[in-house]
Nanobody, 124 residues
Framework: QVHLVESGGGLVQAGGSLRLSCAAS????????MGWFRQAPGKDREFVAA????????YYTDSVKGRFTISRDNAKNTVYLQMNSLKPEDTAVYYC?????????????????WGQGTQVTVSS
């Protein structure tokens, strides 16, 4: 069991940056596959980034490659999403997710544990 709490969302102008945090209680984050997803109004929840395994392999959806970076701090049991060069189309509620064991990292159904979400709004 793991409890996830996101923070760091807010309102930012296009081209700006935000860093989202996902604090996990329970098992160490490096024992889980951890993902970030987002959901814009009227749209399905979509994969953004993931960090997997003790090696920390990272994966990104194409639209954020080169702009977003997922990382983790094992000592703080926290996963981060650094978001740079933000665009209005990045506006969404961002969710942190965790799954122990094998993970279909791009799929919503691949994760058991979810945070409550944090709103990111990018103005043009």
């Amino acid at each position: 069991q793991v409890h996830l709490v996101e923070s760091g969302g807010g309102l930012v102008q296009a081209g700006g940056s935000l860093r989202l945090s996902c604090a996990a209680s329970g098992r160490a984050v490096n024992s889980y596959g951890m993902g970030w997803f987002r959901q814009a109004p009227g749209k399905d929840r979509e994969f953004v980034a993931a960090i997997m395994g003790r090696v920390g392999s990272t994966y990104y959806t194409d639209s954020v490659k080169g702009r977003f970076t997922i990382s983790r701090d094992n000592a703080k049991n926290t996963v981060y999403l650094q978001m740079n060069s933000l665009k209005p189309e990045d506006t969404a509620v961002y969710y942190c997710a965790a799954q122990y064991g094998s993970v279909r990292y791009q799929e919503v159904s691949g994760y058991t544990f979810w945070g409550q979400g944090t709103q990111v709004t990018v103005s043009s």
